[in-house]
């Protein structure tokens, strides 16, 4: 009996023993079979019977030398030999090399894992070439043909076109910074600059093919039509324009949709650059200047324009002098990333200060204001604070000292907020601040408040 155990212990370690070593040296055979160009069956023959277990989504792996490619796949067992993996390529480009790899299936005997590594290349015929975009290309940027299928270089210089370029296939940059070709999308990139809205073709002549050998049975031509050049339709400032006020809006209106652009603004009377912000508004690119201009000064204004498109406006220039007022008092209150308050006379200006305007939902109104009444201090039982030397502009909307509580005490925590949004909708200053634009200020003085 031992003997007999013996025997048959031998022989099952070689019986195991050979299949392993069948395992690491036979490879099993597989076909695949294309259902259409976009599912394919890939049947599986092992040259030992297999255990037949559930094929689990992560034993089949699938990759195409497209990254991103995505498929769907499943499997199931024929019978103890074939295995019959089904795919379904959801992306494309069509025609590409596809890299499979089917693990963690077992043998009968011995539950010897054996591990399927193969690749194949769908057939996939020339059926969609798309220009992107087709309209309003701008005359800067490259324009990108699409295909379904990948299209080899020699293809590519077939294509007879308006005006001479280059064809480049399109990068894709890993995240690993390996880089890859993506040969379904090409780029032309045109050797001199492209004619404003004009129309352009690209003659695909019959035979032109793609990379799996399919080609097209007649000549197709793929069209595309440049942007306009942005035009402005209005300036303000209108150039060339006197007597503006110190608060004036700084903007052009084109005739479509702008992107993006810079616009610059110099005082030339000093002799500097004024900072601020470009904003762009559908038709509209807007300046917000960091600091208020100045009263009786030419000022000069560049800009350049990129509309929707990404077409570039002509460079544009013009100049306008703002009005002479004096040496009448005015203010200029910045309630932009800090709240400042800077107060000049004429163009002199005499103090810059800290302060806080409303905060989120109790926001201070923008606008020109006239200041109005004035007095040395108030108490407000609504809120059980009060503050000192207030100057109103309108309505309750006053210029006061940080508050001061019931007990007629400078709170403190509000006063470290000055520079940032905090009062209930009024302009606060530090005390010392409030006392001195209180003596200084008079009946009708100007007031600008802005972003």
């Not at 036979?26 to 599986?44: A, D, M, R, S």
């Not at 480049?168 to 390996?178: A, C, S, Y």
């Not at 200006?349 to 109790?362: A, C, F, T």
Request: glycine share 6%; aromatic share 12%; charged share 25%.
């Amino acid at each position: 009996m031992n003997r007999r155990l013996k025997i048959t212990f031998f022989l099952l370690s070689i019986t195991v023993t050979i299949i392993s070593i069948m395992s690491f040296i036979t490879n099993p055979n597989y076909t695949v079979e294309f259902l259409n160009e976009k599912e394919f069956l890939l049947v599986i023959q092992y040259p030992f019977p297999m255990k037949n277990q559930k094929i689990e989504k992560d034993d089949i792996y699938i990759i195409s030398e497209i990254p991103g490619t995505s498929f769907s796949k499943t499997g199931s067992w024929q019978n103890k030999k074939t295995l019959v993996i089904r795919m379904n390529q959801n992306d494309l480009p069509q025609g590409q090399k596809i890299y499979f790899s089917i693990s963690n299936q077992k043998t009968r005997i011995g539950a010897i894992p054996i591990t399927v590594k193969g690749s194949f290349t769908p057939k996939a015929s020339l059926s969609s070439i798309t220009l992107i975009p087709e309209k309003n290309v701008s005359t800067r940027n490259p324009v990108r043909i699409k295909f379904n299928t990948l299209i080899e270089e020699s293809s590519m210089k077939s294509i007879k076109t308006d005006i001479k370029g280059t064809f480049t296939p399109v990068t894709i940059t890993l995240p690993n910074g390996k880089k890859v070709l993506n040969k379904s999308e090409w780029e032309f990139i045109a050797n001199e600059p492209l004619e404003n809205n004009k129309v352009y073709n690209f003659v695909f002549p019959k035979g032109f093919s793609s990379k799996t050998g399919d080609s097209l049975d007649e000549t197709r031509v793929r069209s595309f039509q440049t942007a306009s050049k942005p035009v402005p339709i209005k300036i303000f400032p209108s150039p060339q324009s006197a007597h503006q006020d110190v608060y004036s809006q700084i903007y052009i209106q084109f005739d479509q949709e702008m992107k993006m652009g810079i616009i610059q603004l110099f005082n030339v009377t000093e002799n500097y650059e004024i900072l601020g912000k470009t904003i762009a508004v559908e038709n509209r690119l807007q300046f917000k200047p960091d600091d208020a201009l100045l009263p009786d000064s030419k000022y000069l204004v560049k800009v350049q324009g990129i509309s929707k498109f990404n077409e570039p406006s002509e460079s544009l220039q013009f100049a306008f002098e703002t009005k002479n007022i004096g040496e009448r008092l005015w203010v200029d209150v910045s309630l932009g990333e800090k709240h400042v308050m800077s107060v000049y006379r004429g163009k002199k200006l005499l103090r810059k200060m800290l302060v806080s305007g409303g905060r989120p939902g109790l926001e201070t109104p923008k606008g020109v204001f006239y200041t109005k009444d004035k007095g040395p201090s108030f108490f407000s039982y609504r809120f059980q604070e009060g503050a000192t030397y207030w100057v109103r502009l309108f309505d309750q909307y006053l210029i006061h000292s940080v508050p001061r509580d019931d007990n007629w005490k400078i709170k403190e925590d509000e006063h470290k907020k000055l520079g940032l949004p905090a009062s209930h909708g009024c302009i606060r200053l530090d005390e010392e601040d409030a006392r001195w634009f209180y003596s200084i200020v008079e009946q009708g003085t100007m007031v600008i408040i802005r972003d």
